[in-house]
């Protein structure tokens, strides 16, 4: 007994002289991987790459983070799968949001918003929770925020987009998202499902006509050398969804956890800041590298009456209760 009482003692100074000595018994530090198959500069990787460098300001060597991107691991559809199995911890998911989970087809839904302040007021509300709620329930995966891809524009070969009479009959390359295809031949055009990565090709060997992106992507692949019309639409708004192995995120300490969404926060804010940028500022850049391009605007007006349409079957799809939430939000978003 006396052994005994001498051994615990001799471990409780042990630990009063790492205390003096101003040391700290430290955990492991957390491993994280992280892929995007996008490369520098586009908005999906932009946003992980936010997330990675604030993650590891905010946890310095208590983190341990493996990053790709680029492509390495593979496509967007590639990472969705490995992020589910764990093969990843975290990805940034766009437009392919909606194949893990329904009620991502809201997104395709045509002009409900006008500005990123309105949407940023919707995915930080109620919607962005019931989301996340039912991406965990759907596709096992917890969201850490909602970054932006942004406001999509069509660019064509045929002619200027004005009303949706003028989409008919253009071979468009769209997302994988069957209600971003469905949108588009409910206004007449042909959609073309494609990679993202053989869209110039496409273009420049007239397989499709055109495409429909944010401003940063269509001035990122340089599609603007193969098109004659960039029609400012706006039609829908996409964000980049920031995911993370819910199994992964609910195996994490209250600390980490809270470092995780702090980082996220940072990250998000960035990536709308990022794309508010790209729309003050490509347009010049790509007038001025591609001064044939034709820019317009478009006659919102005359969409409104198929919108609706549209907004009917997607509702279909997504739960015609949430896609009436989420058009209810988006309308009380603008008060």
Same mark, same amino acid.
């Given at each position: #007994?006396? *052994?005994?009482?001498?051994?615990?003692? /001799? $471990?409780? %100074?042990?630990? %009063?002289?790492? *205390?003096?000595?101003?040391?700290?018994?430290?955990?492991?530090?957390?491993?994280?991987? #992280? @892929?995007?198959?996008?490369?520098?500069?586009?908005? /999906?990787?932009?946003?992980?790459?936010?997330?990675r460098d604030a993650l590891k300001e905010e946890m310095g060597d208590d983190v341990d983070i493996e990053y790709f991107d680029s492509g390495t691991l593979g496509d967007e559809i590639v990472h969705m799968q490995q992020v589910r199995t764990g093969q990843l911890d975290v990805v940034p998911i766009g437009s392919d949001a909606v194949q893990l989970d329904s009620k991502f087809a809201?997104?395709? $839904?045509?002009?409900?918003? %006008?500005?990123?302040?309105?949407?940023?007021?919707? *995915?930080? !509300?109620?919607? !962005?929770?019931? *989301?996340?709620?039912?991406?965990?329930?759907n596709a096992g995966l917890k969201i850490l925020g909602f970054g932006e891809i942004g406001f999509r524009h $069509?660019? &064509? &070969?045929?002619?200027?987009?004005? /009303?949706?009479?003028?989409?008919? !009959?253009?071979?468009?390359?769209?997302?994988? @998202?069957k209600t971003r295809i469905m949108s588009f031949e409910m206004l007449g055009a042909s959609p073309i499902k494609m990679n993202i990565g053989e869209v110039y090709l496409a273009l420049e060997q007239g397989v499709i006509d055109g495409q429909e992106n944010p401003l940063g992507n269509i001035a990122k692949w340089s599609w603007d050398e193969v098109q004659k019309y960039v029609s400012l639409s706006k039609h829908v708004y996409t964000p980049v969804t920031l995911t993370m192995n819910l199994a992964r995120y609910e195996s994490l300490t209250d600390a980490q956890r809270e470092a995780i969404h702090k980082a996220a926060r940072t990250a998000v804010a @960035?990536?709308?800041?990022? !794309? %508010?940028? &790209?729309?003050?500022?490509?347009?010049?850049?790509?007038?001025?590298?591609?001064?044939?391009?034709?820019? &317009?605007? $478009?006659d919102s007006a005359s969409f409104q009456t198929i919108a609706k349409d549209i907004g009917a079957e997607i509702g279909k799809i997504a739960g015609e209760d949430f896609a009436a939430k989420f058009i209810e939000a988006a309308a009380q978003s603008t008060n």
């Open positions: #007994m006396k *052994l005994r009482h001498q051994y615990i003692a /001799t $471990i409780f %100074a042990a630990g %009063a002289l790492v *205390l003096s000595l101003g040391g700290e018994v430290s955990a492991e530090a957390l491993k994280l991987r #992280m @892929s995007v198959e996008s490369t520098p500069g586009a908005s /999906t990787q932009q946003v992980l790459a936010a997330f809201v997104f395709d $839904i045509p002009f409900l918003f %006008a500005s990123r302040e309105q949407v940023s007021a919707v *995915l930080d !509300g109620p919607i !962005g929770e019931q *989301l996340d709620a039912s991406f965990q329930e $069509i660019t &064509n &070969n045929v002619r200027p987009i004005v /009303t949706p009479a003028d989409l008919d !009959g253009v071979k468009l390359r769209t997302p994988g @998202s @960035s990536s709308r800041q990022y !794309g %508010a940028d &790209n729309d003050a500022s490509l347009e010049a850049v790509i007038r001025e590298r591609s001064p044939d391009v034709k820019f &317009n605007d $478009i």
